[in-house]
């Protein structure tokens, strides 16, 4: 990696963790930088969830330092997440560019329909003064413990847009508010991310000093992302969550190039 290569990395790093924190589709990004830095797909894709993984780290505490964490309920959907994302991340390391610009699409479109349709309902679920406990019905969590175990699949297998597919389920199902869903996708990615990043790393498919350079900039843009995503509520981070689907739809659509 040459020198003026680690502040663009940085840089990078630092508006992506903002964006995954908030919404997701960050690795849209991030992805095209390593590639073009001379990363194959692979390496790239491994690479970037090491930054991944710190990002989401750094964002879990950001929240939990807002008392807006209820790491039980996480916990509950991190299970079933990890299972799936282990066998994702063994999927993911021959996979085609072909087949991962299909299915994200796919699932974009999806999740655009969700958020025009608006399920999640802000004045339910919000979290009791001075408490940062959020109450889940217990049909809500098994029936999202059953669906995160294939977003855990999907996470493992391609990453980017991930945490598009955590929000469209914790809004529609749980009926969570998008502050409180922020909470507890950050906490659910960053445990099955360690694990998929394991399996990248056996397979020789991390660049590590890039990884390095990008997980800085994402931890710093992860903590800002947290105190953000709290600070302006959930009205802007809709907002802020359209904006960023749209431009991943029109992106892989061809329209951009």
């Known amino acids: 990696m040459e020198t003026w290569q680690v502040p663009l990395i940085f840089t990078v790093g630092v508006v992506t963790g903002i964006i995954n924190t908030l919404a997701g589709g960050g690795s849209l990004l991030t992805l ?13 894709n491994g690479t970037n969830r090491l930054a991944i993984m710190v990002q989401n780290v750094f964002a879990v505490a950001g929240f939990a330092r807002k008392d ?5 309920v996480s916990l509950f959907l991190s299970f079933p997440a990890l299972l799936g994302a282990i066998i994702g991340a063994f999927i993911a390391i021959d996979i085609s560019d072909i087949l991962f610009k299909r ?16 399920p999640s309902k802000s004045s339910r679920n919000k979290p009791e003064q001075g408490c940062g406990v959020f109450r889940f ?13 294939f977003i855990g699949i999907y996470g493992g297998f391609i990453q980017a847009g991930v945490g598009f597919i955590i929000i469209a389920t914790l809004t529609s199902i749980g009926k969570m508010g998008l502050v409180e869903t922020n909470s507890h996708k950050v906490f659910v990615i960053s445990v099955f991310t360690l694990f998929a990043l394991i399996i990248f790393a056996l397979n020789d498919k991390i660049c590590w000093p890039v990884g390095v350079a990008l997980a800085v900039g994402n931890g710093l843009g992860g903590w800002i992302g947290s105190h953000l995503a709290v600070a302006i509520g959930e009205q802007w981070i809709r907002l802020v969550l359209l904006v960023c689907v749209v431009a991943v739809v029109i992106k892989l659509s061809g329209l951009i190039s």
Do not use: C, K, Y
């Not at 590639?35 to 692979?42: E, Q, R, S, V």
């Not at 807006?68 to 039980?72: A, C, G, L, V």
């Not at 699409?105 to 999740?111: I, K, R, S």
């Open 32 to 44: 095209p930088v390593l590639i073009f830095m001379g990363l194959p797909t692979a390496t790239a």
């Open 68 to 72: 807006i964490s209820d790491f039980r």
């Open 137 to 149: 019905e217990q049909r809500h969590l098994l029936s999202s413990m059953t669906i995160f175990f």
């Open 103 to 118: 299915i994200l699409a796919g699932v974009m479109l999806f999740v655009l329909g969700l958020l025009i349709w608006n």
